[in-house]
């Protein structure tokens, strides 16, 4: 039997929809994401930690669940918010449909609401503190009380809470249609990848490089790091307010003044700014989908990308010694920086895509080339 | 890169008559390209032989040429224009076609014009099956096994190697003509001999069958700087086997992964690169096995094709217009999508909330001898397109939108019995038109989903929604309108039930159900197409209604008219009636007013962005409309220029208290009703072909006695002469009342005495309920009794004497004061010596109108939607008829080389799909050209075969007179050729095809005639000379089976090279009035 459901905002708008996850209450920040394919990499990213995803392509769940497109050992979001969840999932890779894999991830999700409606909302009134709360007898004031408990992600660190607890070596390859996944073969390149909330596509695209990745916790110190002599350090995606890390900048601070190639992605890319000297933001809806323009400035070429951020580096911060590379084509925000001074370069998107179009994967091949040189 | 500077001036190629794959979607397409040349301030020279396209309007570009699009002609153009570069990936196949020849025969070079857009590289590497083939093995991508064969022997080696059921395709076809799927030796033999003559390279392409596999198509647009964008993916329905022309399609892809997708992705963009298309839009076809995800690349358009006008409709990316402009030399970063005013760029790929559903229409129904099962040529003629927020909703619209008496998933057979479940399987496994009304049948037999799945393949994803739908079907027919809940009538709604099929369901009324709807505040809310999933705001005014909370209509205060659209394309209402649309939208923006346009057909300009202010992008039912209405609150409804299909609606409209404007509803039905119309004329003291109306067989039988055979029969309010045949005595009545028609008290069948030998004219009008307009007198080539649609007619007249041209005016006259008319009205009339006969008025706008408007250069339905608003032709300044000094003739194209087994012979029932317009001097200039743009190629002298009915033998010897003159031999069936000889004329004696060996058939097969006059009559005779004139088609030798059409064929001989190109804007400037 279907069950009801409630999504309430901070400002007081209540939908009211059916329950499609796990029952509960559970608190985050609303936003939204317009990629039309890959809801499983978007519920597996940990960079969606403490966020409630509203998806605005109305059916969500088609091609079911697998092992294989997990981004992470879990699901890290908050919830998920739905037009519709169909009646039958089909792909010849489905092992579970999105409902059971919600409920075996204990999350907490609702279907069945004005989503464009909501879209909107935030889109005009900012990303909003919001609740989804299950069951027949849900009441706005308790879920009112539930989001009067949370403060919202600014100043708050959630790398240290979806990183690693020990490090580990990382050796699988990319997906392929044939094969599935395989393991590396001949890696010679030795890369040490912090991990704020890293996703598996990109230490797949390393191995895919001939790197050998040991994945190590966010607050592995820069000694450390160097200890396991790398050709080269990499500084993941992850959830949350770039500024409180503290810890990962003054690593970063380290790496960089000993010239270890460096290239960070999302929380990365805004790390490496914090640690040489730029400032980041909290922007009003962020940049959550995966038709992003972006533009290589040096090139002209426009390349379209996955994005997922709520922060962001603020251009006009940028000390003399860092400069842009990447601009954002919907709302020319910064999209990639590269200092002048270290081999040491990020970028704001995800050029790992895993959902959304390759378009910038050649990023990891800059990366490569920067370890070579 | 900004635009070129070292281009000033480009050739446009249009594509020429609507045919079936190739039907008004290029209209749209050329019309952005040219708006967006001009914009950047080029000069634009467009060739196109229809007249009933916006483009071909003298002021979408600065020269405008209604020629035929062959080498030949463009290359008179050429000379003329000078201009600096070509434009072939607008127009079709035919554009492309046309452009590779001009290249081929040096014009190109010879004049020093360079092709943009697509280079002839490209194109060839794209449309050769063997170098695209090769092409894609070298980017690693795997095509279906195959071999190309130019010869049957090569073709039947070929298929040794890939296997029965073999799919084969003919090279530089479009829509998949002559190709097919073979399942055994004779059919594969009948496929290839007929691909191998349509194949303009004699060349077919035997392939692999990848039969169930999915198909998804993905419309890709690619700028110089090698930037790569993907506007839409599309995901069919129907899966591999059914042309995707004839698929129910669906946007965005449905049942991909991401990982499945971006392959998907990647495979499009290297199939672009390595193709080489530099800039524009393309679209790429791709199977994929749905068992293991294994992709295959079927094909690749080299081109904006039906699928891109589609996906600019389905995003709100208007994919032709930047196409032009990166083919001018802009990249995609340098521009912005001008649909959402400039809130998302172009160089990004649009996010959509929303399910896009295409469903195509057949008219099957018009060629009964027609093989109705879908395969990889294409038979549809139009489709409709709806936008939903779910799959549901956007099917159960689209269906309704269909006008084919369906209101959603209507039962197509009564469920039960073993018979039924048989028929089900069989329609699964074979899909014709009908396949998914079939497969909802299967689910209220009780059949399981995965027993559908294994006879349809159709994606499981599909077959769940489906089956919900009839489940909530079957629980609502439980149900009383009265029982029925506030919630479940929300959710039944949401689901994209339509009033009437649910009043069905529930046995009520449509009108008790939409009453009952609105006491519980049940009504639709509008959201906006923005490219972007609301992610920027934007101020997009195109919309579509849906069942959520929130409505973003915005809705102004505005003074407002409402135009309802034609909705999908059908033999007897297509391109000209979205024309007219086109046009009143224009004149009354012009003037001030918000126009609002309400269609569903993706083809169309109509439904481009800024024809009107705001577009709904709707099924055109009265609950639909009637919605739009209550929200917007015009000032005024058109329904007179879209065709029946808001025609229809008018009379319920008006009940209703929708401010109807024009032509009264009332009105309307006056002309259309027999038997008002009939008092009307005689009080007018004019005559109307002796006429009676039957509601039974004994009726109709006294009836025919009093009027005389032959007679005109045809049920009563049909479009396009639905049902229309000429019976020549008792026998032919009872079989046509028997097997024809069903007839009733309230659908009576109407007995016209056919009047033979008649001349037929056209008169299109306008009046303003004080003056007339004669817009223009057109006198039909073939006599009364073949359907003004499938007639070739004249501007001005090119025979009729001009007292009785006289006399038309001053009835068309007399008749529109009497009825009221208040703007456009067609008249058609039969003349038979001196007497003249009404065969019908119709006030509204007519076929003809863009015809008519090209020919005279009076817009005539911006005249006539402003006559509407209250403007008359005084105040307009419009009073005066033009009399062209040239000869404007259109002929009509048909489309029965898609339709083997059906006779080509002309007859009351209209079949054309499409016409062309000819501009010459004389009258035999004008014919020959529209002759050449209809693809009948004439020749200066050969042989004509002549075999002809007895009536007609006292016209032969002026024809064959007229033939000898230009240098023809004559060749004639026995009585055809005694007949000859008595009269003096030398000729040669052939066998019919049943009489002996060689006949006929043999000599044109064996290319001895470049010429056939060929009249019939009675059924034996009929089916006798049948496979001459299925042979003539398949050989593409002219013929004519009617005397003035022969008559007319031998004025244009004459002139075949004589012709001088000339523009539209140079040809209405010596017009003055």
Redesign the interface.
């Known amino acids: 039997m279907t069950k009801s459901a409630l999504l309430v905002l901070e400002e007081g708008t209540v939908f009211k929809g059916v329950s499609i996850g796990a029952e509960g209450c559970s608190v985050g920040e609303v936003v939204?994401n317009?990629?039309?394919?890959?809801y499983?990499?978007i519920l597996s990213d940990p960079s969606y930690a403490r966020q409630i995803i509203t998806l605005?392509?109305?059916?969500i769940g088609?091609?079911g669940t697998?092992e294989?497109?997990n981004e992470s050992a879990g699901v890290f979001a908050s919830g998920l918010v739905i037009?519709?969840l169909?009646?039958?999932?089909?792909?010849?890779?489905s092992q579970q449909s999105l409902s059971e894999y919600l409920q075996a991830h204990k999350v907490v999700a609702i279907a069945d609401?004005?989503?464009?409606?909501l879209?909107?909302l935030l889109?005009?009134k900012g990303a909003q503190r919001g609740c989804i709360l299950t069951g027949d007898n849900a009441d706005k004031a308790q879920a009112m009380a539930a989001i009067a408990e949370f403060s919202g992600l600014k100043g708050l660190d959630l790398a240290k809470e979806v990183t690693v607890a020990e490090a580990y070596q990382w050796t699988e390859n990319t997906?392929t249609?044939e094969q599935g996944y395989r393991q590396g073969e001949q890696l010679t390149r030795h890369v040490v990848a912090y991990d704020f909330g890293v996703k598996r596509t990109i230490l797949r695209l390393l191995v895919n490089r001939g790197c050998r990745v040991t994945v190590v916790p966010a607050t592995t110190s820069a000694e450390a790091v160097l200890a396991m002599q790398p050709d080269g350090v990499f500084l993941s995606n992850g959830p949350g307010d770039p500024e409180p890390c503290t810890y990962a900048i003054a690593a970063i601070t380290t790496l960089l003044a000993n010239k270890i190639p460096l290239f960070g992605i999302c929380l990365g890319h805004q790390l490496l700014a914090l640690a040489s000297g730029a400032s980041t933001e909290k922007m009003k809806f962020g940049h959550h989908?995966?038709?992003?323009?972006v533009?290589n400035l040096a090139t002209?070429?426009?390349m379209?990308s996955s994005q997922n951020h709520g922060f962001a580096v603020k251009e006009s911060s940028l000390p003399v010694n860092l400069i842009a590379t990447h601009r954002s084509?919907?709302d020319g925000s910064l999209q990639g920086i590269k200092r002048t001074d270290c081999p040491a370069f990020s970028f704001q998107g995800h050029p790992e895509?895993?959902?959304?179009?390759?378009d910038v994967e050649s990023l990891f091949d800059e990366f490569m080339a920067l370890m070579q040189s | 890169m900004p635009k070129r500077t070292d281009i000033k001036s480009i050739l446009l190629l249009g594509a020429g008559p609507i045919v079936i794959g190739q039907a008004c979607e290029f209209d749209y397409s050329g019309t952005q390209a040219c708006k967006a040349l001009r914009e950047e301030g080029y000069r634009v020279i467009l060739v196109n032989s229809n007249p009933a396209t916006i483009m071909t309007d003298p002021d979408m570009a600065d020269a405008v040429y209604i020629e035929p699009i062959d080498w030949q002609t463009v290359e008179k153009i050429i000379a003329k224009e000078r201009p600096d570069a070509i434009l072939p990936t607008m127009g079709g196949q035919t554009a492309l076609n046309c452009a590779l020849a001009l290249d081929k025969h040096g014009v190109l070079e010879k004049y020093n014009v360079e092709m943009i857009g697509a280079t002839k590289e490209a194109i060839n590497k794209a449309e050769d099956r063997q170098l695209f083939n090769e092409a894609m093995t070298k980017i690693g991508y795997e095509v279906a096994k195959s071999n190309i064969a130019h010869s049957l022997e090569e073709a039947l080696a070929a298929q040794k190697e890939v296997g029965y059921p073999t799919v084969i395709r003919p090279s530089f076809t479009m829509g998949g003509s002559g190709g097919g799927i073979a399942y055994n030796k004779q059919e594969f033999l009948e496929i290839c001999e007929r691909g191998l003559e349509l194949s303009p390279t004699n060349e077919l392409l035997i392939e692999e069958s990848v039969l169930g596999w999915k198909e998804y198509e993905m419309e890709v647009v690619r700028d110089s700087k090698d930037n790569c964008i993907i506007v839409c993916s599309i995901e069919n329905f129907d899966p591999m086997g059914v042309h995707t022309g004839d698929s129910i399609t669906v946007a965005p892809a449905q049942t991909l992964s991401d990982k499945e997708y971006q392959l998907l992705r990647n495979v499009s963009v290297a199939v672009l690169r390595e193709i080489g298309v530099d800039t524009g839009g393309s679209n790429v076809q791709v199977a994929i096995n749905p068992v293991d995800g294994r992709m295959i690349v079927i094909e690749m358009n080299p081109r904006v094709s039906r699928s891109s006008a589609l996906a600019s409709k389905a995003t709100g990316f208007p994919i032709a217009k930047i196409a032009a402009k990166l083919a001018v030399g802009f990249t995609l970063d340098e521009l912005k999508n001008e649909i959402t005013k400039g809130a998302t760029p172009a160089s990004f790929e649009p996010s959509i909330d929303y399910v896009v559903t295409k469903i195509p229409r057949f008219t099957f129904e018009k060629f009964p001898q027609a093989d109705d099962r879908l395969t990889t040529q294409m038979k549809s003629v139009g489709e409709v397109m709806a936008i939903g927020r779910t799959f549901q909703e956007s099917l159960q619209k689209a269906l309704r939108g269909l006008e084919i008496g369906i209101n959603g998933l209507d039962e197509i057979i009564t469920v039960g019995d073993d018979y039924a479940l048989e028929r089900i399987k069989r329609e699964m496994l074979h899909p014709g038109p009908d396949r998914l009304r079939y497969v909802a049948d299967a689910f209220r037999s009780g059949m399981a989903l995965s027993e559908i799945h294994d006879i349809s393949k159709i994606d499981p994803w599909f077959l769940a929604q489906l089956d919900d739908l009839i489940k909530a079907e079957a629980t609502l027919a439980t149900k009383t309108l009265s029982t029925l809940a506030a919630e479940e009538m929300y959710q039944l709604k949401r689901k994209g039930f339509s009033d009437l099929r649910m009043a069905t369901l529930l046995g009520a009324s449509e009108s008790d159900v939409r009453h009952t709807r609105h006491k519980l505040g049940i009504r639709p809310v509008y959201k906006r197409i923005d490219s972007c999933a609301a992610e920027f705001s934007s101020d997009t005014a195109y919309l579509y209604s849906t069942y959520e909370e929130e409505c973003e209509a915005r809705v102004t205060d505005k003074e407002k008219i409402i135009i309802l659209g034609g909705g999908p394309n059908r033999i007897g209402q297509g391109i000209e009636f979205d024309y007219c649309c086109v046009h009143a939208a224009l004149a009354l923006r012009e003037d001030g007013y918000e126009t609002i346009m309400i269609n569903c057909n993706p083809e169309t300009v109509s439904t481009d962005f800024d024809t009107s202010d705001r577009l709904y992008f709707e099924s055109l039912t009265l609950e639909d409309v009637l919605e739009i209405v209550h929200l917007e609150k015009p000032k005024g409804v058109i329904v007179q220029f879209g065709g029946q299909t808001p025609l229809k609606l008018a009379r319920a409209l008006e009940a209703a208290g929708v401010p109807i404007i024009g032509t009264s509803p009332d009105s309307i039905d006056l002309a259309e009703d027999r038997e008002r119309f009939q008092k009307l004329l005689e009080r007018l003291n004019l005559q109307q072909p002796p006429n009676a109306t039957a509601r039974s067989l004994e009726q109709a039988l006294l009836a025919a006695n009093d009027l005389g055979y032959p007679l005109v029969v045809r049920p009563s309010y049909v479009l396009g002469g639905r049902a229309m045949e000429i019976v020549f005595n008792e026998e032919g009545l009872q079989r046509y009342m028997k097997e024809a028609v069903s007839v009733s008290h309230d659908s009576p069948v109407l007995l016209d005495r056919f009047l033979d030998d008649a001349v037929e004219m056209d008169v299109d009008a306008i009046y303003d309920g004080e003056q007339l307009l004669i817009g223009g007198l057109m006198e039909h080539i073939e006599q009364a009794g073949v359907h003004s649609g499938d007639s070739a007619c004249s501007l001005p007249p090119y025979e009729l004497a001009p007292h009785l041209q006289n006399k038309l005016r001053e009835q068309v006259a007399s008749m529109a004061a009497a009825l009221g008319v208040k703007g456009l009205m067609n008249t058609q009339f039969a003349i038979q010596g001196e007497s003249i006969f009404v065969l019908e008025v119709n006030p509204r706008a007519s076929r003809t109108a863009p015809f008519v408007s090209k020919a005279t250069g009076y817009p005539l339905a911006k005249i006539a939607a402003r006559v509407m608003v209250g403007q008359s032709l005084a105040s307009q300044g419009i009073t005066e008829e033009r009399i062209p000094n040239y000869f404007s003739v259109k002929e009509a194209v048909f489309p029965f080389v898609k339709f083997p087994g059906v006779d080509p012979l002309l007859g009351p029932e209209m079949k054309s799909t499409g016409e062309v317009m000819g501009v010459g001097k004389t009258f035999g200039e004008a014919f020959a050209k529209a002759q050449r743009a209809a693809g009948v190629n004439l020749n200066d002298s050969g042989k004509v075969l002549i075999s002809i009915r007895d009536a007609d033998k006292a016209k032969v010897p002026e024809i064959a007179n007229m033939l000898v003159a230009k240098k023809y031999e004559i060749v004639a069936t026995g009585g055809t050729a005694r007949y000859l000889k008595a009269a003096g004329i030398p000729c040669e004696v052939i066998y019919k095809v049943n009489e002996g060996r060689p006949n006929t058939v043999d000599m044109i097969k064996n290319g001895q005639i470049q010429l056939i006059i060929n009249t019939t009559e009675g059924k034996k005779a009929i089916s006798d000379s049948f496979t001459m004139r299925r042979e003539a088609l398949q050989h593409r030798v002219p013929y004519y089976t009617t005397m003035a059409g022969a008559k007319a064929a031998c004025y244009a001989l004459g002139e075949l090279d004589a012709g001088d190109v000339v523009c539209l804007q140079d040809l209405h400037k010596n017009l003055c009035c």
């Open positions: 939204f317009t990629a039309l394919t890959g499983q990499e605005t392509y109305p059916h088609n091609v697998t294989e497109d037009r519709d169909p009646l039958l999932a089909s792909n010849w890779r609401i004005d989503t464009r409606k879209t909107r889109r005009d997906w249609l989908g995966a038709n992003h323009p533009q002209g070429r426009v379209i084509l919907f895509a895993s959902p959304g179009p390759h």
